[in-house]
C-alpha cells in the first residue's frame, strides 16, 4: 500500500485544456513536495508546500495543501505541450524522517 | 546551477555480472539518497546517507546491492551479480540536512540486464 496515493494515474488532454492531479493520504505531513520528471531524466522539484491551506502559484501550476496536511493537489491551466512528463508527489510524514513518493501521474498534452 | 552528477547515463550488462554506478551530490549536501524507478513508477528509496553514515537501508537487498560514501560526498552502488529485474533506472538524489526534504536529482543510470 502507498502511503502517498496519486490520481489519476494517467492524463491526456488537449493544448489549452485545464487538469488537476491529486495526492491523498491518511498519514499527515510536515511538508510535500511536487515534482516533473521527462522520460529518461531525473525528477525536478517545482514546489514545496509547508502551511495547511497553503496555495502557491508557479506561472499556470497552482498547488494547494489540504488544512488538514494531508492532501495536496496540482492545477495546471492552459496546459501545453511542454506540461507533459510524470508528475509526483512526495513527503515525510510528521514524527518521520522516512520520504516517500507517490506512482506519480503521467500527463500527456497533445498539440 | 550546481547539479547532482551521475554517471555512467546508461548501462548495459549481462546478468550474473557485476555493474556499479557512481553520484556526486551537490557541495555542501551532507544527505544523500539512490533510488530506484520503475519506468512510470514513482522513485523507491534504497539507501539514504547522513555524511559518511547509513541513515536508512531497510529496502537494499544486502544480499547484492551494497553503498558507500567513504568521505561523505560522492558515492558508489554496487550491484553484484545483476540480475533480470534489477533492470530500472537508478536515481541519487541529495539534499541539505533537515527543512522540508527538498531533494535535487540527478539525471540516473539507465540499467539494462540482458
Known amino acids: 500500500t502507498q502511503l502517498l496515493e496519486q490520481s489519476p494515474q494517467f492524463l491526456s488532454i488537449q493544448e489549452g485544456e485545464n487538469l488537476t492531479v491529486y495526492c491523498n493520504s491518511s498519514s499527515v505531513f510536515s511538508s510535500l513536495q511536487w515534482y516533473r520528471q521527462e522520460p529518461g531524466e531525473g525528477p525536478v522539484l517545482l514546489v514545496t508546500v509547508v502551511t495547511g491551506g497553503e496555495v502557491k502559484k508557479l506561472k499556470r501550476l497552482t498547488f494547494q495543501f489540504g488544512d488538514a496536511r494531508k492532501d495536496s493537489s496540482l492545477h495546471i491551466t492552459a496546459a501545453q505541450p511542454g506540461d507533459t512528463g510524470l508528475y509526483l508527489c512526495?513527503?515525510?510524514?510528521?514524527?518521520?524522517?522516512?520520504?516517500?513518493f507517490g506512482a506519480g501521474t503521467t500527463v500527456t498534452v497533445r498539440a | 546551477e550546481a547539479e547532482v552528477a551521475q554517471s555512467p547515463r546508461y548501462k548495459i550488462t549481462e546478468k550474473s555480472q557485476a555493474v556499479a554506478f557512481w553520484c556526486d551530490p551537490i557541495?555542501?549536501?551532507?544527505?544523500l539518497y539512490w533510488y530506484r524507478q520503475i519506468l512510470g513508477q514513482g522513485p523507491e528509496l534504497l539507501v539514504q546517507?547522513?555524511?559518511?553514515?547509513?541513515?536508512?537501508d531497510s529496502q537494499l537487498p544486502k544480499d547484492r546491492f551494497s553503498a558507500e560514501r567513504l568521505k561523505g560526498v560522492d558515492s558508489t552502488l554496487k550491484i553484484q551479480p545483476a540480475e533480470l529485474g534489477d533492470s530500472a533506472m537508478y536515481l541519487c538524489?541529495?539534499?541539505?540536512?533537515?527543512?522540508?526534504?527538498?531533494?535535487?536529482f540527478g539525471p540516473g543510470t539507465r540499467l539494462t540486464v540482458t
Open positions: 538524489a541529495s539534499s541539505l540536512p533537515g527543512g522540508y526534504y527538498e531533494q535535487y
Open positions: 557541495s555542501g549536501h551532507a544527505t
Open positions: 546517507f547522513q555524511d559518511e553514515s547509513v541513515v536508512d
Open positions: 512526495a513527503g515525510a510524514p510528521l514524527n518521520d524522517y522516512k520520504l516517500s
